[in-house]
């Protein structure tokens, strides 16, 4: 075992403050690393405030992290030290039911082990990235391609998967209409990741402050959802909506701006339950989906789609004493578009 510095929530809705964490000692598949960036997802705060519930506390967040191997166990074969690497939102699954070994790992039927907020296989609690150092199995670290500078590169571990798995899934590309709902930290993710795909990309968000940024970034058309006119205008336009907020919908809207045979797939989680009337999935043989992450590979293929294309996230440097400010700007919808930590001011 190794104490590393890290910022932690003593309790729920506690600061975070800095303290240290005991990482364990380095195993036969395992992979120390030295982290550099780690992002600061909105999920992030829902955790560290147990708006989800069930929260292990004290509790060191932080699943979209990028470092760099400084040290090996005599098994691991995929990674060297000097390697550039990512962890994502899990760092274990049971890797034999159906999902794990089917590549879907963030669906194991037993549970995927969270890189934080989560117990292990040895019944620990597991830190995540916001830290100097993690050891993880190399089954579940993921290579950053060269083209990709680490602190682009840390939000793609969360938002780029959590956007990319969905938009493979419903095939987005080339003839395909797709509204990403949300401008945000995930949102601008699925306009970049959708547009590279190949669909014609419209951005729904409230207001069209980022209007701008949106067509720069992808997007081929932007309205704001505040005007009840645009319910109007795209009824029945989408072949799919990928909904990144967090906070309830009037879905019976949002599903009516779908074709027939369309999805509405939700990747924000809101903290309230949320009501639908059925039939506005009947009149028109329509989809209300979720979907969560991605399996390893496909976490593997997103880094690779998105250093071919050449883009990584839209994001502000912080230093870990700026956490809490930063937790407060997200939630204020105050930052463009994804927090990173600079963890050598952990």
């Not at 030290?81 to 899990?90: A, E, I, L, N, S």
């Not at 089917?102 to 620990?124: I, M, P, R, S």
């Not at 505040?226 to 989408?238: A, I, N, Q, Y």
């Not at 009947?282 to 969560?292: D, E, H, N």
Request: net charge negative; proline share 3%.
């Amino acid at each position: 075992m190794t104490s590393v510095a890290a910022y932690a929530a003593s309790s729920a809705n506690a600061p975070l403050e800095r303290t240290t964490v005991e990482r364990r000692a380095v195993g036969e598949f395992d992979v120390l690393i030295d982290i550099k960036f780690a992002g600061i997802c909105h999920s992030d705060i829902h955790q560290a405030r147990d708006g989800w519930g069930q929260g292990i506390f004290p509790m060191v967040p932080g699943h979209e992290i990028a470092g760099v191997v400084t040290e090996t166990g005599s098994g691991v074969t995929r990674f060297a030290v000097g390697d550039r690497v990512g962890v994502g939102c899990m760092v274990d699954s049971c890797r034999e039911c159906d999902n794990c070994k089917a590549g879907l790992e963030q669906y194991c039927v037993k549970g995927n082990t969270g890189t934080y907020n989560a117990l292990d296989k040895n019944g620990d609690p597991t830190y995540g990235g916001y830290s100097t150092h993690i050891v993880v199995d190399e089954n579940y670290t993921l290579r950053i391609p060269d083209g990709l500078s680490l602190d682009e590169a840390a939000p793609l571990l969360c938002a780029g998967i959590t956007t990319y798995s969905p938009l493979k899934h419903w095939n987005a590309g080339p003839g395909k209409k797709v509204a990403v709902l949300g401008m945000g930290g995930l949102g601008h993710m699925g306009v970049k990741i959708a547009h590279a795909l190949g669909a014609e990309v419209t951005v729904l968000s409230q207001s069209l402050r980022k209007q701008d940024d949106g067509l720069k970034l992808g997007a081929d058309h932007y309205y704001a959802t505040s005007d009840p006119k645009t319910f109007e205008e795209l009824r029945g336009t989408f072949d799919i909506i990928l909904s990144t907020v967090s906070a309830p919908l009037d879905f019976g809207a949002y599903l009516s701006l779908l074709k027939t045979d369309g999805a509405l797939v939700n990747v924000g989680a809101p903290e309230e339950p949320i009501s639908v009337n059925l039939f506005s999935l009947i009149g028109g043989r329509k989809s209300l989906s979720g979907s969560g992450i991605g399996g390893i590979q496909e976490t593997q293929d997103m880094l690779d789609f998105c250093a071919e294309h050449g883009f990584g996230a839209e994001i502000e440097l912080i230093g870990a004493s700026e956490i809490n400010e930063a937790y407060e700007r997200v939630l204020n919808s105050d930052v463009r578009y994804r927090f990173v930590i600079d963890a050598a001011t952990i």
